[in-house]
């Protein structure tokens, strides 16, 4: 039962005094009462230090901590969570804005589930509705400007990891988790997302679920948002950062189906050196249902995505070397 169960709100900082005080006021005018604000500093060099002890002065729900030393975004969350006491954690940005019941709705709705999350709308610096074009998605009213991560993806409730092996529809500040789910996911590895890695657990260990509501007004940043890069050297990076993290889910002692992981990743791994990869291909194409259920993209993208994989990297090099006549190596792997 999680009726009045305390909950922890974990916040880390760093450098984020701009927008750190109208994210602190949507936390203390929570619906739910029974909770505990955390917030590690992790040494900022502005005023956001001060401004949590101005805030821990006036509510006693708010307790403050500081770093010794920058420790970085991963290690400074599982600090936070070693001065938690709440059966229920939150995960909490710096710069975001939250809905009045969040927590209330989400306490209320997390029942056995390991996990619970719920749809996010996107605002600019200035806290306005923010829209970002992308040609492979139409939102439900018909447009490819996107204003809410379920815009984005499609949203999954269940118990199969093998979904998130290549995507994540999880956000950390959308995150509710149980205090135990931590047990079987720390440490976090500094190099991957920390909420791709809670939502894979999860789905090993029980069930996650989502609310499909806006509960956070989540801020993108213009310094983060679209970067142009060429088309091949983008899909380069997340091959490797794809080769990176299934590596990092076989590693996993709860894997509900390890063979499965483990010919995902072998065949990811050879595709790096070969010339034809028709059984990675093969593979991606039986279980696209799985592996690209959680893109809203239509199918023929889907498709598209797939196919390429027919080709390993040493044909893409090949190609873009002695044919398209570029002298870079595109997949530099």
């Avoid at 955390?38 to 901590?65: G, W």
């Avoid at 194409?285 to 799985?290: E, R, V």
Wanted: one cysteine or more; glycine letters at 4%.
């Amino acid at each position: 039962m999680t009726d009045n169960a305390l909950v922890s709100i974990v916040l880390c900082t760093y450098n984020g005094e701009q927008y750190l005080r109208q994210q602190l006021d949507t936390l203390i005018t929570q619906t739910y009462q029974n909770i505990e604000i955390i917030a590690v500093d992790d040494c900022s060099s502005d005023n956001t230090y001060d401004i949590l002890q101005e805030y821990a002065a006036l509510y006693p729900r708010f307790h403050v901590y500081r770093n010794a030393r920058n420790v970085g975004f991963a290690k400074n969350f599982e600090i936070a969570f070693g001065y938690s006491k709440g059966k229920l954690i939150a995960f909490c940005d710096q710069d975001d804005l939250w809905h009045p019941e969040k927590i209330e709705l989400q306490v209320k709705a997390i029942g056995d589930n390991q996990l619970i999350y719920h749809d996010s709308e996107f605002i600019d610096e200035n806290g306005q509705r923010f829209s970002y074009y992308n040609s492979d998605v139409v939102n439900e009213e018909g447009s490819h400007y996107n204003y809410k991560m379920s815009d984005v993806y499609n949203f999954y409730k269940g118990n199969d990891p093998e979904v998130f092996l290549l995507e994540n529809c999880v956000s950390g500040h959308a995150i509710m988790a149980q205090r135990d789910l931590l047990n079987h996911a720390l440490p976090f590895n500094k190099d991957l997302y920390h909420d791709w890695w809670l939502s894979y657990v999860a789905l090993n260990i029980g069930t996650i679920d989502f609310i499909p509501k806006c509960l956070v007004k989540y801020r993108r940043h213009a310094e983060s948002s679209t970067v142009k890069e060429k088309k091949e050297e983008t899909k380069g990076l997340k091959l490797k950062q794809d080769i990176k993290w299934i590596a990092h889910c076989l590693k996993f002692k709860g894997n509900k189906n390890p063979q499965f992981v483990k010919q995902l990743y072998d065949l990811y791994n050879g595709y790096t050196s070969h010339f034809l990869s028709l059984r990675l291909w093969w593979l991606l194409k039986k279980n696209a249902h799985k592996l690209y259920y959680l893109t809203k993209r239509s199918q023929v993208s889907q498709q598209r995505d797939v196919n390429r994989f027919i080709w390993g990297v040493k044909a893409r090099d090949f190609w873009y070397k002695n044919i398209k006549k570029k002298p870079e190596k595109v997949f530099n792997i």
